[in-house]
């Protein structure tokens, strides 16, 4: 097995092994990071936060849900916290 393949694989299951707590992005945390570079890059659009927002909901929600273990699980509970309160900021204001 190649050095990128066990490397994608490991990256798949998360590091470390017995307790994963860092692991590939899946696809709703690409979305959210690519509306996060492209509000940047572009100086603040609201379509691009929202495009944010909502790739890291998802995210947030799938790992608040199905987080492998407590850690994962808290960090989407505080990254959906996060996205809830920008969006309600975002309506309000």
Known sequence: MSALSEGWRRGQH?????????Q??????????AGWLVDKVSGGTPYARGVFLAG???????????GVNWLRRTVGAAGL????VSIGSALKG
Not at 26 to 32: D, E, F, H, W
Not at 56 to 66: F, H, N, R, Y
């Open 14 to 22: 998360g590091w470390p092994e017995r307790f994963p707590v860092v």
């Open 24 to 33: 590939l992005p899946n696809a709703p945390l690409i979305v959210a990071l």
């Open 56 to 66: 890291l909901a998802a995210w947030a929600w799938e790992e608040l849900t199905d």
């Open 81 to 84: 916290a996060y996205a809830v």
